[in-house]
């Protein structure tokens, strides 16, 4: 390697995208570059840093946008109004942001794709940008697709100019859509995509066909989580678990191999007390020994084990992500499965929405 290179990374204020681009920059880190991670300091708490790799806050524009003090993440509203709130204020932060990068520019900077205005900065400073979003490949190719060749109508179709034959139950929603597109378009006038996933599950014949179909390139770097390579460097993976890693894994150590499900729900999907009861009720029912884990409920954070037995199901824990379970009941986001892959458990994915509906199993 010539001289390291001073990078900033801006990831978006989600765990889903906080977190794998926080790994991805250890990984750079770790190679001898420079790394900078600039987020708030809410964030910046679930953060680790090290000899090469510092994290930049800004203030998190809290009575602009509406939310109190230390809400600054999607993991820590329930709706979506406040879901846009937090969007909201990143685009608040725009002004700071560009005025520390202006005064420091990096070499080049690695920032989520919801933060479309990067792009004028980097053309204004004529450094290299590189996006990421936590889609596969796969993912990006099928959303090209669909912009390209607009599907109408609402039953069933195939994937049109695609290197296999995939066929889709519906459409795109519209004001999904609508937000993506343009978020894509801006995409892909950078330098390329940052992926986290390895290139044989996404199918080399996409990255082909990627490059073929938009002119643009990507890079596979994934499983970033294999970044932490010790059990306490995964447990330290995110926000702090009530369950220490230790009574979790003597836990998991008096149970039978192969025999525990591992069931998480994701970090923005909150169920009301009475979904949380059946849900509880058909664990507790199955006769599976389980950890299943569940973000802290908003405005009952202080709950008592009593309330708490309400809706508890019995013979299970309450935990951290584990690496010894037989299978995995996890939703649809992309980024459970590469990790999943690379400890070789059988998985079951669900479509789960911001309230708390899914409807896909």
């Known amino acids: ?9 801006l990831p978006y204020l ?7 681009l926080c790994d ?13 991670i600039i987020t708030t300091p809410s964030n910046a708490q679930i953060l680790h840093q090290s000899n090469n790799l510092r994290v930049h806050t800004f203030e998190f524009p809290s009575q602009e946008v509406g939310l109190p003090d230390g809400v600054e993440n999607l993991s820590a509203v329930t709706d979506l109004d406040k879901s846009y709130r937090i969007y909201m204020a990143t685009t608040l932060l725009r002004e700071p ?10 070499d080049c900077i690695v920032a989520d794709f919801l933060y479309p205005w990067i792009d004028d ?5 004529r450094i290299p940008r590189l996006v990421f979003n936590g889609f596969s490949l796969f993912t990006i190719c099928a959303m090209e697709s669909f912009k390209t060749h607009r599907i109408d109508g609402s039953g069933p179709f195939v994937i049109p100019n695609f290197p296999h034959h995939i066929t889709m139950n519906s459409t795109q929603p ?22 986290n996933n390895f290139a044989e599950l996404d199918g080399e014949e996409y990255l082909r066909h990627y490059e073929k179909t938009t002119g643009h390139k990507a890079w596979h770097l994934g499983p970033a989580s294999l970044v932490r390579r010790t059990a306490l460097e995964k447990a330290e993976r995110g926000q702090k ?14 149970k039978r191999v192969n025999s525990v499900l591992y069931i998480c729900f994701g970090t923005i999907c909150y169920f009301p007390d009475k979904q949380l009861y059946e849900i509880a009720s058909a664990i507790e029912a199955s006769g599976h020994e389980f950890i299943w884990v569940v973000p802290e409920k908003k405005g009952k954070e202080h709950e008592s084990e009593e309330e708490r037995e309400k809706w508890l199901p019995k013979g299970g824990l309450l935990a951290a992500p584990c690496h010894r379970a037989c299978a995995v009941l996890a939703p649809c986001g992309f980024g459970v499965r590469p990790v999943m892959i690379c400890v ?3 998985m079951s994915t669900l479509c789960c929405e911001r309230s708390g509906s899914y409807h896909v199993l």
């Open 97 to 106: 942001i560009e005025n520390f990068v202006e005064r420091d520019p990096p």
């Open 121 to 125: 900065l980097a053309n204004k400073l």
């Open 1 to 9: 390697m010539e001289r390291p290179l001073k990078l900033y990374f």
């Open 24 to 36: 991805i920059a250890t990984l750079f880190a770790s190679r001898g570059h420079h790394v900078t």
């Open 174 to 195: 519209e004001y999904s859509r609508g937000f993506l597109e343009p978020l894509l378009a801006v995409a892909l006038k950078s330098h390329g995509f940052i992926i």
């Open 344 to 346: 070789s458990v059988r």
């Open 241 to 254: 678990s009530v369950v220490s890693v230790h009574e979790c894994l003597s836990w998991l150590d008096s």
């Open 14 to 20: 989600a765990a889903g995208h906080i977190i794998p």
